[in-house]
């Protein structure tokens, strides 16, 4: 059998109806929304990559110090066969994992983009001879096939990609995660944590200006894919921390009045000047909300391990 399959439950065509669809319902309604999924061509990814490098974005290396000491710790819990991560993207932190359990020989990271799956894939192949990769094409969101690899499993799901989604899609979310895994199976999943508002802040609004342009990117991604004539340069980037909600929210304010063009969907957009689109809501967490939610879904944390400075989560749960 070949150590590389790949499967796409997503149509081809499913990703360029989707961002269709999110156009045209979140540029006609008030206010103005997109969902985050959009930054990420091949230069939003690049941006993204470029961000985790930023000394304002703690997320990323925070959360490499929690699974470089912690990932250990896992094993006393399960010890996986499987390894499946959503939302795999380069796969940087699976090899973290790899090392550390080396009782996992089948991953199957799942990603919307074919292009991160398969050059991940070579890259943890050459490392890891005896891995065997099934990589899967699709939309966590819109639930989970899993291929038939042998458990017990550890599902994955870092970066704190979970922020992205609204409270209601979150339980939606684990609701599919735990119908995905069997007793013996395990939950690993990182979370940003509430902190201070000017740190949370800056990590969404560095002084070199990366995720301004990350925030910007979108438009182009507009631009390209639906032809129409955003100018980045008609908006400016904002960053803002909803503390009620606790969550950060990225959002495109226009600089004066404009009217954009969206050809393929035989649509003009006009803002006003000051009107925002909001491109993203990045939650942050406590652990008895994390605790409360993946218990509403039928998982039970099992352990939660912090960085050094207290800023992310790993978070261990059983069914
Ligand atoms: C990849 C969703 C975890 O919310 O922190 C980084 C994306 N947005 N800077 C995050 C992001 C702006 C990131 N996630």
Redesign the pocket.
């Known amino acids: 059998m070949s150590p590389f399959a790949l499967t796409r439950t997503l149509p081809p065509d499913a990703t360029a109806a989707a961002l269709r669809a999110d156009v045209a319902t979140g540029l006609t309604r008030t206010p103005k929304v997109l969902p985050?999924k959009w930054f990420y061509d091949a230069r939003g990814s690049e941006l993204?990559d470029a961000?985790t490098l930023l000394p304002e974005?703690y997320?990323t290396r925070a959360e490499r110090e929690i699974l470089l000491t912690r990932a250990a710790g896992i094993a006393e819990v399960v010890q996986p066969r499987t390894l499946v991560e959503l939302g795999s993207g380069s796969s940087d932190k699976t090899r973290h994992l790899l090392s550390a359990l080396p009782s996992i020989d089948h991953y199957v990271p799942v990603d919307v983009s074919e292009s991160a799956l398969a050059g991940a894939a070579r890259t943890l192949l050459a490392e890891h001879p005896g891995l065997t990769v099934h990589a899967l094409v699709a939309d966590f969101q819109y639930g989970l096939a899993l291929p038939d690899t042998p458990g017990p499993r550890l599902l994955a799901f870092l970066?704190?990609?979970i922020?992205?989604l609204q409270p209601e899609e979150r339980a939606v979310f684990f609701g599919a995660v735990r119908s995905g895994l069997a007793r013996g199976d395990a939950f690993l999943l990182g979370t940003?944590l509430v902190k201070d508002e000017r740190t949370l802040v800056a990590a969404?609004d560095d002084a070199a200006g990366v995720?301004a342009e990350?925030n910007k990117n979108v438009l182009a991604v507009i631009n390209r894919e639906l032809g129409a004539d955003f100018d980045p340069a008609d908006f400016d980037h904002v960053a803002l921390w909803d503390g009620r909600r606790e969550w950060i929210e990225?959002r495109l304010r226009a600089r004066t009045a404009v009217v954009v063009k969206i050809p393929a969907l035989d649509l003009a957009v006009h803002f006003e000047a000051g009107e925002e689109l909001r491109t993203?809501v990045?939650a942050k967490f406590r652990r008895a909300g994390v605790r409360e939610e993946l218990a509403a879904a039928g998982l039970e944390l099992s352990r939660w391990w912090t960085d050094g400075q207290s800023r992310f989560a790993l978070s261990l749960s059983v069914p």
Do not use: A, K, R, V
């Open positions: 985050p993204f961000i974005y997320p970066g704190g990609t922020g992205n940003d969404y995720t990350f990225m993203e990045s």
